[in-house]
């Protein structure tokens, strides 16, 4: 099993399974290409320099990630939106730009602190659908102290785009103080399965830490000694929607909220948690 996160990368997407595995400090290697300077290698695949920097940067290095009593990020967001052709919203993926050490590297995928929840749930109530398709296509992510960390995010999105977040994809629990968010996972043939790490070492700190990836959310996920809350880091990548009319692009202040989508492409774990009680039904709708 591929032990990278190569398949992040938009040029290589689905080939994270044919990388060479590698162990310990090899898994976070970084080279100048001979055939291009501009380019390096990142996990065995060939990306822009500034970009590996950035991937390296949140990716093995962990920084920058939103959540509770941690700096605040050192990161600008910026989206395009378009039209797709039909219907009424327009949408567009957000970018990040990192300031690493004063230098502003682009990157499509933004880190959180979360636990992401692979309890089972109920699939049927009443006849009624619940949940369907979890842990395949979606899965939930919690937030604790959102207002370090969600709230933060929306605030960080209002100063790079100029829109609102609306709360529509998200279930804030007050008794918990945490928030529930309904997280896109990829999940169809040759797509890239968001992967799953788990830290070797529980005692290190610093730059000792370092994980191994286990396989898929979805292949843990099937795994019943792994069906529990896991707390860490997620890696995403976020899109955005607007509502809006085929002829004229939607403006800040003039529409509706834009809302946001999660996609979850890596998750890093210290290891699992029962401090927080898992949604076992639909909360908010039904399927």
């Not at 976070?28 to 920097?53: I, T």
């Not at 991937?55 to 700096?71: A, T, Y």
């Not at 049927?124 to 979890?134: F, V």
């Not at 890696?235 to 989508?261: C, H, Q, R, Y």
């Amino acid at each position: 099993m591929a032990n990278n996160d190569a398949s992040v990368v938009p040029s290589v997407a689905g080939h994270n399974e044919q990388a060479a595995q590698r162990d310990n400090k090899d898994e976070y290697f970084v080279e100048a290409s001979s055939g291009n300077p501009n380019m390096v290698k990142w996990r065995g695949n060939l990306v822009g320099e500034k970009e590996a920097k950035a991937l390296r940067h949140v990716f093995d290095d962990l920084q920058d990630q939103f959540g509770h009593q941690r700096p605040d990020p050192r990161i600008t967001f910026n989206t395009i939106l378009a039209h797709p052709g039909q219907g009424h919203v327009w949408n567009g993926e957000l970018d990040f730009t990192y300031d690493i050490n004063g230098d502003h590297c682009n990157l499509a995928y933004v880190s959180m602190d979360v636990c992401v929840d692979l309890t089972p749930k109920l699939v049927h109530k009443h006849g009624q659908p619940m949940l369907k398709d979890y842990g395949n296509s979606w899965v939930y992510v919690y937030v604790y102290l959102p207002e370090t960390t969600l709230e933060k995010f929306k605030s960080y999105v209002k100063t790079g785009t100029g829109w609102d977040v609306s709360d529509e994809g998200t279930v804030y629990d007050p008794n918990r103080n945490l928030v529930a968010i309904e997280a896109k996972m990829h999940h169809e043939s040759g797509q890239p399965k968001p992967s799953f790490w788990v830290v070797k070492d529980k005692d290190a700190s610093g730059g000792d830490i370092s994980f191994s990836r286990i396989g898929s959310v979805q292949e843990v996920n099937a795994q019943p000694h792994q069906q529990c809350a896991h707390r860490g880091v997620g890696i995403f990548s976020v899109s955005m929607e607007v509502e809006g009319t085929p002829n004229f692009k939607p403006t800040p202040g003039a529409w509706d909220e834009a809302k946001l989508t999660f996609t979850l492409v890596s998750v890093r774990t210290w290891g699992t948690t029962e401090c927080v009680a898992p949604i076992v039904h639909a909360p908010s709708k039904w399927y």
